[in-house]
C-alpha cells in the first residue's frame, strides 16, 4: 500500500511540474507590455542606387550561373549578387543619403531577356533622422521589366519591430552600358511606435521563461 502512495505521489508530482513547464514556456502578452503604442501606418520614399560601374561598385556577382558566356541575358538564370546599394532622397547618386540596401538578389528565370526577373532579399537600415538605426526587410519577386514592382515587407528592427506592408518599385534610370540602376521606392509599413529603448524593455527578458511557482514545488 505504502509503495502504491509512493507511486502516486511520484506520478502526481511528476505531472505537476510537467504540467508548469509545458504551461509556462510561452504566455500571452500585449504590445503595451514591450513599451508599444498604438500601431500605425508609416510612408517612406527614397531612390536606390544598384552600381555595377566605378572603382567602388555597390554588387557583386557571387555566383555564376553556368549560363554564363553561353546565354544573352546580361545575368544568366541561377545567378546570385550581393548588394550594399545606398538610398539617396533624390534620384542623383551624390544626393543626401538616408540608409543602405544590403542583401542578395537571384535570377529566376530562364528566358535570356534584357528584362531581368529578380528574387529579392534586403534590409533597409536607415542611417538619418528618426529611424536612424532602425531597418526594414524585403523579401520578394521583382520583374525589372515592369513599370511598377511590387514587394512585401516581411519584418523590421528598432522602430520597425513588428513591421509588414509592401513596396513598391519604380526604375528611374539605367545605363544599360555601364549596368547602374537607380530605382525609385515608395515603402508603405505598418509598425508599432516604441515608447522605450530595446535596453529598458528586454532587460529582464528571463521572466518570460521564469515562473515563481515552480520554487514551490
Known amino acids: 500500500m505504502a509503495h502504491s502512495k509512493t507511486l502516486l505521489y511520484t506520478f502526481f508530482t511528476t505531472f505537476l511540474f510537467s504540467s508548469l ?4 514556456y510561452y504566455q500571452n502578452i500585449s504590445p503595451s507590455y514591450l513599451g508599444f503604442k498604438q500601431e500605425k501606418l508609416t510612408h517612406i520614399h527614397f531612390f536606390f542606387h544598384d552600381i555595377v560601374s566605378g572603382p567602388k561598385p555597390t554588387v557583386s ?4 550561373s ?17 548588394i550594399e546599394d545606398p538610398l539617396t532622397v533624390g534620384p542623383e547618386l551624390n544626393s543626401k543619403q538616408i540608409g543602405k540596401a544590403q542583401g542578395f538578389y537571384v535570377t529566376v528565370s530562364q ?31 521583382n520583374a525589372i521589366g515592369d513599370l511598377i514592382r511590387e514587394m512585401p515587407i516581411i519584418g523590421g528592427t528598432g522602430e ?28 508603405y509599413v505598418f509598425h508599432y511606435e516604441s515608447s522605450t529603448s ?5 532587460a529582464n527578458g528571463v521572466q518570460f521563461i521564469a515562473e515563481p511557482t515552480l520554487g514551490k514545488i
Open 66 to 82: 553556368p549560363l554564363s558566356g553561353k546565354s544573352k541575358s546580361p545575368l544568366p538564370f541561377g545567378s546570385l549578387v550581393i
Open 111 to 141: 528566358d535570356a531577356v534584357l528584362e531581368l526577373e529578380l528574387v529579392m532579399g534586403m534590409t533597409f537600415t536607415f542611417t538619418d533622422g528618426k529611424f536612424n538605426g532602425s531597418a526594414i526587410t524585403v523579401l520578394g519577386r
Open 198 to 202: 530595446s535596453e529598458e524593455v528586454f
Open 21 to 24: 513547464v509545458t504551461a509556462n
Open 160 to 187: 520597425f519591430r513588428f513591421a509588414r506592408g509592401f513596396l513598391q518599385a519604380k526604375t528611374h534610370f539605367v545605363d544599360y552600358h555601364k549596368g547602374d540602376a537607380h530605382v525609385e521606392y515608395n515603402v
Open 61 to 64: 556577382i557571387s555566383v555564376e
